[in-house]
Protein backbone atom coordinates (compact mmCIF):
# COMPACT_ATOMS: atom_id res chain seq x y z
CA UNK A 1 0.00 0.00 0.00
CA UNK A 2 2.47 2.64 1.05
CA UNK A 3 4.12 2.14 -2.44
CA UNK A 4 0.88 2.64 -4.62
CA UNK A 5 0.42 5.73 -2.74
CA UNK A 6 4.22 6.80 -3.49
CA UNK A 7 3.08 5.71 -6.92
CA UNK A 8 0.17 8.00 -7.21
CA UNK A 9 1.80 10.76 -5.62
CA UNK A 10 4.02 10.79 -8.33
CA UNK A 11 1.32 10.52 -10.58
CA UNK A 12 -0.52 13.50 -9.60
CA UNK A 13 2.37 15.86 -10.20
CA UNK A 14 3.09 14.54 -13.92
CA UNK A 15 0.51 16.71 -15.33
CA UNK A 16 2.48 19.91 -13.69
CA UNK A 17 5.55 18.55 -14.90
CA UNK A 18 3.79 18.57 -18.75
CA UNK A 19 2.36 21.97 -18.19
CA UNK A 20 5.99 23.68 -17.04
CA UNK A 21 7.43 21.99 -19.55
CA UNK A 22 4.68 23.38 -22.29
CA UNK A 23 5.26 26.76 -20.63
CA UNK A 24 9.05 26.62 -20.70
CA UNK A 25 8.64 25.71 -24.69
CA UNK A 26 6.00 28.88 -25.38
CA UNK A 27 8.43 31.18 -23.84
CA UNK A 28 11.30 29.99 -25.40
CA UNK A 29 9.21 30.54 -29.29
CA UNK A 30 7.30 33.95 -28.00
CA UNK A 31 4.92 35.60 -30.51
CA UNK A 32 5.12 39.02 -28.54
CA UNK A 33 7.91 41.42 -28.36
CA UNK A 34 7.96 41.30 -24.88
CA UNK A 35 8.55 37.67 -24.62
CA UNK A 36 11.02 37.81 -27.07
CA UNK A 37 13.11 39.89 -24.97
CA UNK A 38 12.68 37.65 -21.78
CA UNK A 39 13.36 34.98 -24.41
CA UNK A 40 16.91 36.40 -25.49
CA UNK A 41 17.68 37.62 -21.40
CA UNK A 42 17.10 33.43 -20.63
CA UNK A 43 19.66 32.76 -23.66
CA UNK A 44 22.66 35.51 -23.20
CA UNK A 45 22.13 34.34 -18.96
CA UNK A 46 22.43 30.73 -19.74
CA UNK A 47 25.46 31.26 -22.32
CA UNK A 48 27.37 33.37 -19.78
CA UNK A 49 27.30 30.78 -16.81
CA UNK A 50 27.95 27.82 -19.20
CA UNK A 51 31.44 29.90 -19.58
CA UNK A 52 32.39 29.07 -16.33
CA UNK A 53 30.18 25.80 -15.84
CA UNK A 54 31.71 23.93 -18.88
CA UNK A 55 35.00 24.45 -18.35
CA UNK A 56 34.95 23.50 -14.27
CA UNK A 57 32.93 20.11 -15.34
CA UNK A 58 35.72 19.48 -18.05
CA UNK A 59 38.60 20.47 -15.96
CA UNK A 60 37.05 17.94 -13.17
CA UNK A 61 36.86 15.05 -15.55
CA UNK A 62 40.11 16.01 -17.61
CA UNK A 63 42.49 16.37 -13.72
CA UNK A 64 40.00 12.96 -12.37
CA UNK A 65 41.65 11.40 -15.10
CA UNK A 66 45.06 12.99 -15.56
CA UNK A 67 45.76 12.56 -12.23
CA UNK A 68 44.53 8.76 -11.70
CA UNK A 69 46.83 6.37 -9.11
CA UNK A 70 47.51 4.39 -11.82
CA UNK A 71 49.34 7.32 -14.32
CA UNK A 72 53.00 7.33 -13.41
CA UNK A 73 53.89 9.54 -15.69
CA UNK A 74 51.75 12.64 -13.99
CA UNK A 75 53.92 15.25 -11.62
CA UNK A 76 53.40 14.47 -8.20
CA UNK A 77 53.87 17.26 -5.81
CA UNK A 78 52.48 16.63 -2.23
CA UNK A 79 54.24 19.73 -1.10
CA UNK A 80 52.26 22.00 -3.96
CA UNK A 81 50.04 24.49 -1.92
CA UNK A 82 49.73 28.01 -4.10
CA UNK A 83 49.63 29.40 -7.37
CA UNK A 84 49.11 33.33 -8.07
CA UNK A 85 48.23 32.99 -11.47
CA UNK A 86 46.03 30.17 -10.95
CA UNK A 87 44.02 32.28 -7.94
CA UNK A 88 44.09 34.93 -10.03
CA UNK A 89 42.35 32.86 -13.44
CA UNK A 90 40.31 30.93 -10.67
CA UNK A 91 38.75 34.52 -8.85
CA UNK A 92 38.34 36.43 -11.99
CA UNK A 93 36.41 34.69 -14.71
CA UNK A 94 33.27 34.39 -12.63
CA UNK A 95 33.79 37.90 -10.93
CA UNK A 96 33.62 39.03 -14.93
CA UNK A 97 30.53 36.56 -15.26
CA UNK A 98 28.89 38.30 -12.10
CA UNK A 99 29.80 41.73 -13.34
CA UNK A 100 28.21 41.06 -16.80
CA UNK A 101 25.09 39.31 -15.64
CA UNK A 102 25.05 42.29 -12.98
CA UNK A 103 24.94 44.70 -15.63
CA UNK A 104 22.33 42.74 -17.79
CA UNK A 105 20.07 42.35 -14.98
CA UNK A 106 19.88 46.15 -14.50
CA UNK A 107 19.57 46.99 -18.00
CA UNK A 108 16.67 44.42 -18.29
CA UNK A 109 14.93 44.87 -14.92
CA UNK A 110 14.10 48.64 -15.82
CA UNK A 111 13.46 48.21 -19.75
CA UNK A 112 11.07 45.02 -19.10
CA UNK A 113 9.50 46.89 -16.22
CA UNK A 114 5.54 45.64 -16.64
CA UNK A 115 4.42 49.19 -15.68
CA UNK A 116 7.08 50.57 -18.11
CA UNK A 117 4.60 51.67 -21.57
CA UNK A 118 6.16 49.99 -24.50
CA UNK A 119 8.48 51.79 -26.98
CA UNK A 120 8.42 50.11 -29.38
CA UNK A 121 6.45 46.92 -31.62
CA UNK A 122 9.53 45.15 -32.51
CA UNK A 123 12.97 45.16 -32.90
CA UNK A 124 12.94 46.51 -35.76
CA UNK A 125 10.13 48.83 -35.46
CA UNK A 126 8.86 51.70 -33.14
CA UNK A 127 5.33 52.56 -32.25
CA UNK A 128 3.55 54.90 -34.67
CA UNK A 129 3.03 58.25 -32.75
CA UNK A 130 -0.54 57.86 -33.80
CA UNK A 131 -1.00 54.69 -32.03
CA UNK A 132 -3.53 54.16 -29.04
CA UNK A 133 -2.63 51.25 -27.31
CA UNK A 134 -5.76 49.04 -26.44
CA UNK A 135 -6.79 48.65 -22.68
CA UNK A 136 -7.83 45.66 -21.31
CA UNK A 137 -9.10 45.25 -17.61
CA UNK A 138 -8.99 41.67 -16.30
CA UNK A 139 -10.70 40.29 -13.29
CA UNK A 140 -9.92 37.10 -11.44
CA UNK A 141 -12.48 35.48 -10.09
CA UNK A 142 -13.07 31.98 -8.78
CA UNK A 143 -12.07 30.35 -10.93
CA UNK A 144 -12.41 31.89 -14.62
CA UNK A 145 -11.51 35.11 -15.86
CA UNK A 146 -13.19 38.43 -16.76
CA UNK A 147 -12.12 41.04 -19.55
CA UNK A 148 -13.29 44.41 -20.01
CA UNK A 149 -13.03 46.45 -22.86
CA UNK A 150 -13.75 49.88 -21.54
CA UNK A 151 -12.96 51.95 -24.96
CA UNK A 152 -15.35 49.39 -26.78
CA UNK A 153 -18.22 49.02 -23.61
CA UNK A 154 -17.97 45.36 -24.22
CA UNK A 155 -16.85 42.34 -21.98
CA UNK A 156 -16.12 38.32 -22.07
CA UNK A 157 -14.95 35.97 -19.53
CA UNK A 158 -12.36 33.36 -20.34
CA UNK A 159 -12.07 34.89 -23.58
CA UNK A 160 -9.07 37.32 -24.78
CA UNK A 161 -8.28 38.84 -28.14
CA UNK A 162 -6.59 41.59 -29.05
CA UNK A 163 -5.61 42.95 -32.24
CA UNK A 164 -1.44 42.59 -34.05
CA UNK A 165 1.05 44.84 -33.63
CA UNK A 166 -1.00 47.29 -31.52
CA UNK A 167 0.33 47.70 -28.00
CA UNK A 168 -2.14 46.18 -24.91
CA UNK A 169 -2.48 47.77 -21.79
CA UNK A 170 -3.31 45.36 -19.21
CA UNK A 171 -4.78 47.04 -15.63
CA UNK A 172 -5.38 43.92 -13.24
CA UNK A 173 -6.83 43.21 -10.12
CA UNK A 174 -8.66 40.03 -8.39
CA UNK A 175 -12.42 39.25 -6.70
CA UNK A 176 -11.30 37.34 -3.34
CA UNK A 177 -7.84 35.81 -3.50
CA UNK A 178 -4.21 36.58 -4.88
CA UNK A 179 -3.92 35.04 -8.47
CA UNK A 180 -1.33 35.43 -11.50
CA UNK A 181 -2.34 36.68 -14.70
CA UNK A 182 0.25 34.85 -17.47
CA UNK A 183 0.04 34.24 -21.14
CA UNK A 184 3.75 32.89 -22.11
CA UNK A 185 3.69 33.74 -25.43
CA UNK A 186 2.96 37.36 -24.86
CA UNK A 187 4.68 37.91 -21.66
CA UNK A 188 5.94 37.61 -18.06
CA UNK A 189 3.32 36.81 -15.45
CA UNK A 190 1.72 39.39 -13.59
CA UNK A 191 -0.05 39.02 -9.79
CA UNK A 192 -3.45 39.77 -9.55
CA UNK A 193 -4.72 41.02 -6.03
CA UNK A 194 -8.06 41.85 -4.61
CA UNK A 195 -8.12 45.64 -3.45
CA UNK A 196 -4.98 46.08 -5.50
CA UNK A 197 -4.66 47.02 -8.95
CA UNK A 198 -0.94 45.49 -10.87
CA UNK A 199 -0.18 47.06 -14.59
CA UNK A 200 0.99 45.17 -17.47
CA UNK A 201 2.36 46.49 -21.14
CA UNK A 202 2.69 44.23 -23.83
CA UNK A 203 2.38 43.37 -27.18
CA UNK A 204 1.51 40.47 -29.72
CA UNK A 205 3.44 40.40 -33.24
CA UNK A 206 2.06 36.98 -34.52
CA UNK A 207 -1.51 35.99 -35.66
CA UNK A 208 -2.81 32.83 -33.46
CA UNK A 209 -4.71 31.16 -31.02
CA UNK A 210 -2.43 31.29 -27.22
CA UNK A 211 -2.96 30.10 -24.09
CA UNK A 212 -3.28 32.21 -20.92
CA UNK A 213 -4.15 30.53 -17.40
CA UNK A 214 -3.58 30.97 -14.07
CA UNK A 215 0.24 30.91 -12.57
CA UNK A 216 -0.76 30.71 -9.31
CA UNK A 217 -3.17 28.51 -6.80
CA UNK A 218 -6.56 30.00 -6.04
CA UNK A 219 -8.45 26.79 -4.70
CA UNK A 220 -10.10 24.05 -5.89
CA UNK A 221 -10.48 25.04 -9.79
CA UNK A 222 -7.07 26.40 -9.96
CA UNK A 223 -6.08 23.99 -12.92
CA UNK A 224 -9.09 24.72 -14.84
CA UNK A 225 -8.70 28.29 -14.69
CA UNK A 226 -7.70 28.71 -18.28
CA UNK A 227 -8.32 30.69 -21.30
CA UNK A 228 -7.60 31.84 -24.80
CA UNK A 229 -6.11 34.34 -26.09
CA UNK A 230 -6.52 35.56 -29.88
CA UNK A 231 -3.79 37.53 -31.55
CA UNK A 232 -5.70 38.84 -34.97
CA UNK A 233 -5.80 41.11 -37.25
CA UNK A 234 -7.59 44.28 -37.90
CA UNK A 235 -10.27 42.93 -39.84
CA UNK A 236 -10.53 40.26 -37.24
CA UNK A 237 -10.68 41.74 -34.30
CA UNK A 238 -12.97 44.03 -35.49
CA UNK A 239 -15.44 41.16 -36.39
CA UNK A 240 -14.74 39.25 -32.96
CA UNK A 241 -15.92 42.76 -30.97
CA UNK A 242 -18.68 42.54 -33.59
CA UNK A 243 -19.38 39.18 -32.26
CA UNK A 244 -19.44 40.01 -28.66
CA UNK A 245 -21.36 42.91 -29.51
CA UNK A 246 -24.24 40.32 -31.12
CA UNK A 247 -24.09 37.89 -29.35
CA UNK A 248 -23.53 38.88 -25.52
CA UNK A 249 -25.55 40.11 -22.89
CA UNK A 250 -25.80 42.98 -20.24
CA UNK A 251 -23.43 43.04 -17.32
CA UNK A 252 -24.31 44.73 -14.37
CA UNK A 253 -23.85 44.83 -10.79
CA UNK A 254 -26.53 42.05 -10.36
CA UNK A 255 -25.02 39.60 -13.13
CA UNK A 256 -21.46 40.32 -11.50
CA UNK A 257 -22.17 39.13 -8.46
CA UNK A 258 -23.78 36.12 -9.84
CA UNK A 259 -20.59 35.40 -11.85
CA UNK A 260 -18.47 35.84 -9.22
CA UNK A 261 -19.57 32.86 -6.86
CA UNK A 262 -16.90 29.63 -7.45
CA UNK A 263 -17.37 27.94 -10.13
CA UNK A 264 -15.00 25.65 -12.82
CA UNK A 265 -14.93 24.79 -16.19
CA UNK A 266 -16.76 28.04 -16.96
CA UNK A 267 -17.81 28.55 -20.51
CA UNK A 268 -16.83 31.45 -22.83
CA UNK A 269 -19.41 34.12 -22.19
CA UNK A 270 -19.83 37.72 -24.13
CA UNK A 271 -21.59 40.65 -22.60
CA UNK A 272 -22.42 43.37 -25.23
CA UNK A 273 -23.27 45.79 -22.67
CA UNK A 274 -20.70 46.60 -19.34
CA UNK A 275 -22.67 48.90 -16.57
CA UNK A 276 -20.12 52.10 -15.99
CA UNK A 277 -17.79 52.03 -13.12
CA UNK A 278 -18.29 47.91 -12.09
CA UNK A 279 -14.75 47.60 -12.94
CA UNK A 280 -13.71 50.37 -10.22
CA UNK A 281 -16.51 49.08 -7.79
CA UNK A 282 -14.95 45.50 -7.91
CA UNK A 283 -11.07 46.90 -7.41
CA UNK A 284 -12.71 48.76 -4.69
CA UNK A 285 -14.53 45.84 -2.83
CA UNK A 286 -17.86 47.58 -3.43
CA UNK A 287 -20.36 45.92 -5.79
CA UNK A 288 -22.20 44.48 -3.24
CA UNK A 289 -25.14 46.71 -2.09
CA UNK A 290 -24.05 48.67 1.24
CA UNK A 291 -20.35 48.03 1.07
CA UNK A 292 -18.60 51.15 1.54
CA UNK A 293 -15.33 51.41 -1.03
CA UNK A 294 -11.78 51.11 0.02
CA UNK A 295 -11.36 54.90 -1.91
CA UNK A 296 -13.66 55.88 0.53
CA UNK A 297 -12.48 54.33 3.49
CA UNK A 298 -8.67 55.37 2.67
CA UNK A 299 -10.11 58.95 1.76
CA UNK A 300 -11.87 58.88 5.43
CA UNK A 301 -8.16 57.49 6.78
CA UNK A 302 -6.28 60.54 5.21
CA UNK A 303 -8.78 62.64 6.90
CA UNK A 304 -7.66 61.77 10.28
CA UNK A 305 -10.92 59.42 10.58
CA UNK A 306 -14.33 59.95 11.15
CA UNK A 307 -14.56 60.07 15.14
CA UNK A 308 -16.67 57.48 16.99
CA UNK A 309 -20.15 58.40 15.42
CA UNK A 310 -18.53 56.27 12.63
CA UNK A 311 -18.69 52.91 14.35
CA UNK A 312 -21.67 52.15 12.10
CA UNK A 313 -19.23 52.03 9.13
CA UNK A 314 -18.00 48.72 10.65
CA UNK A 315 -20.42 46.85 8.62
CA UNK A 316 -19.41 48.10 4.93
CA UNK A 317 -15.95 47.75 5.05
CA UNK A 318 -16.55 43.81 6.30
CA UNK A 319 -15.14 42.73 2.64
CA UNK A 320 -14.17 38.56 3.32
CA UNK A 321 -18.07 37.99 3.84
CA UNK A 322 -19.40 39.16 0.69
CA UNK A 323 -20.68 35.52 -0.48
CA UNK A 324 -22.14 34.73 2.96
CA UNK A 325 -24.61 37.49 1.60
CA UNK A 326 -26.15 35.49 -0.97
CA UNK A 327 -29.40 33.24 -0.51
CA UNK A 328 -27.94 29.90 0.94
CA UNK A 329 -29.13 27.95 -2.17
CA UNK A 330 -27.38 30.26 -4.31
CA UNK A 331 -23.76 29.74 -2.66
CA UNK A 332 -23.67 26.53 -4.09
CA UNK A 333 -21.84 26.66 -7.59
CA UNK A 334 -22.69 24.38 -10.53
CA UNK A 335 -19.79 21.95 -8.97
CA UNK A 336 -21.59 21.20 -6.04
CA UNK A 337 -18.66 22.76 -4.06
CA UNK A 338 -19.63 25.05 -1.46
CA UNK A 339 -18.43 28.53 -1.65
CA UNK A 340 -15.20 29.44 0.73
CA UNK A 341 -18.08 31.52 2.91
CA UNK A 342 -19.35 28.32 4.28
CA UNK A 343 -16.20 27.15 5.21
CA UNK A 344 -14.22 30.05 6.42
CA UNK A 345 -15.12 32.09 9.57
CA UNK A 346 -16.28 35.98 8.36
CA UNK A 347 -13.79 38.62 8.50
CA UNK A 348 -12.97 40.26 11.63
CA UNK A 349 -13.55 44.07 10.36
CA UNK A 350 -12.51 47.09 8.95
CA UNK A 351 -9.24 46.83 9.58
CA UNK A 352 -8.61 43.35 7.14
CA UNK A 353 -8.00 45.33 3.78
CA UNK A 354 -5.42 47.22 4.90
CA UNK A 355 -3.27 44.30 5.82
CA UNK A 356 -1.33 44.11 2.16
CA UNK A 357 2.05 44.87 3.42
CA UNK A 358 2.65 47.41 0.21
CA UNK A 359 4.90 50.80 -0.30
CA UNK A 360 2.04 53.43 -0.54
CA UNK A 361 4.61 55.68 -2.47
CA UNK A 362 7.42 55.66 -4.81
CA UNK A 363 6.73 53.10 -7.36
CA UNK A 364 3.43 53.39 -9.40
CA UNK A 365 3.02 49.82 -9.08
CA UNK A 366 0.82 47.62 -7.31
CA UNK A 367 -1.37 50.93 -6.68
CA UNK A 368 -4.41 50.98 -4.11
CA UNK A 369 -7.23 52.25 -5.48
CA UNK A 370 -7.67 55.09 -3.31
CA UNK A 371 -4.21 56.51 -4.28
CA UNK A 372 -5.87 57.80 -7.21
CA UNK A 373 -6.58 61.58 -6.23
CA UNK A 374 -7.64 62.47 -9.40
CA UNK A 375 -11.05 61.26 -8.74
CA UNK A 376 -13.17 63.08 -6.76
CA UNK A 377 -13.32 62.85 -3.34
CA UNK A 378 -15.10 60.80 -0.79
CA UNK A 379 -17.36 62.62 2.38
CA UNK A 380 -15.30 62.71 5.69
CA UNK A 381 -17.91 60.03 6.85
CA UNK A 382 -20.28 57.81 5.23
CA UNK A 383 -22.62 56.98 7.84
CA UNK A 384 -25.87 56.93 6.22
Aim: glycine share 6%.
Amino acid sequence: MPKLLKFSRRLAVLPLFLVMAGCDMVVMSPSGDIAAQQRDLIVISTILMLLIIVPVVFLTLFFAWRYRRSNTSATYDPEWHHSTALEVVIWSAPLAIIIALGAITWISTHKLDPYRPLDRLDAERAIPADARPLTVEVVALDWKWLFFYPDLGVAAVNELAAPVDVPIHFKITASSVMNSFYIPALAGQIYAMPGMETKLHAVINKPGEYEGFSANYSGDGFSHMRFKFHGLDRQGFDDWVARVKAQGTALNRDAYLKLEKPSEREPVRYYAAVEDGLYRAILNLCVTPGKMCMEEMMHIDMMGGAGKESAENREKLEYDNRHSLAEPAATHPATGTPARSQQEPQGTGAEEPMQHDMPMGGHEGHSMPGMNHQSDPAPPQLNH
